[in-house]
């Protein structure tokens, strides 16, 4: 344990991080491969607690005219679809798991209770939390920060699909430049979009750490926990 800079971490998937090139649904292959390095960091001693997207099948806020908290009910559901098949990837590999779900759907899932969720950690399962915070108008990564503060994480691992925050949109502006360590008031002040603003301020108020990286290698995964610098640190 002594070469961990992190003993308890939450870790946020995007959805389309399961999907790979298919860019939607859950990709066999890459969902494996992400099993295998949340295994390998449960393997060194880190209790691991997951919270994962729904976006490779259901994306609430391009839904059109669909009322908002309908189509973001959708979206919890899509969440537990890919806990579900994320919970099983893990389990091949033969690691004890727990779904646990804001919303209750007790023949799949056990309903999210505080301290069940840390005893669970504490004898050596791998928590997924599903349907996010349960309530709409919250992003999943709100779900993430919320959870991480609840269970008495060390920090927030934001895994996305670019390699880390940068200035500005580095998909509209070649020139943007990424920053490597940035303050949660220097995240609000500048609308950099890390994360969004009620996560943020939940992470101010409980000084809670996120490093925000690449998902296009997993192995990223335990190099953070190892403290490598990767990506982004939003620290206070």
């Not at 649904?25 to 729904?54: P, Y």
């Not at 009322?67 to 959708?74: F, G, S």
């Not at 091949?92 to 950690?121: D, S």
């Not at 108020?205 to 490598?228: K, Q």
């Amino acid at each position: 344990m002594s070469e961990l800079k992190y003993k308890r971490i939450l870790l946020k998937l995007s959805g389309e991080a399961l999907a790979g090139e298919k860019k939607t649904g859950i990709d066999d292959a890459v969902i494996a491969e992400i099993a295998d390095r949340i295994v390998e960091l449960h393997n060194a001693g880190v209790e691991v607690a997951i919270v994962v997207g729904g976006g490779n099948f259901w994306r609430g806020r391009s839904s059109g005219k669909m009322d908002r908290t309908t189509a973001d009910h959708m979206g919890m559901l899509a969440t537990v679809i890919n806990s579900l098949g994320l919970q099983d990837a893990i389990e091949q590999k033969g690691v004890p798991t727990r779904v646990m779900t804001a919303i209750e759907m007790n023949r799949i899932a056990e309903p999210y209770i505080r301290r069940k969720a840390v005893r669970h950690l504490e004898k050596r399962k791998i928590v997924i939390f599903g349907c996010g915070t349960g309530n709409p108008f919250f992003s999943t990564d709100t779900a993430a920060v919320l959870r991480a503060v609840e269970i008495g994480a060390d920090a927030v691992l934001m895994a996305k699909n670019i390699d880390g925050v940068y200035d500005s949109d580095p998909r509209k502006n070649p020139q943007a430049k990424m920053i490597s360590e940035i303050t949660y008031k220097e995240v609000l002040a500048r609308g950099l979009a890390a994360l969004d603003a009620t996560a943020v301020a939940l992470c101010v108020d409980n000084e809670l750490p996120v490093i925000v990286f690449g998902m296009n290698d997993p192995a990223n995964i335990m190099r953070v926990v190892r403290g490598e610098k990767i990506g982004t640190l939003i620290h206070e």
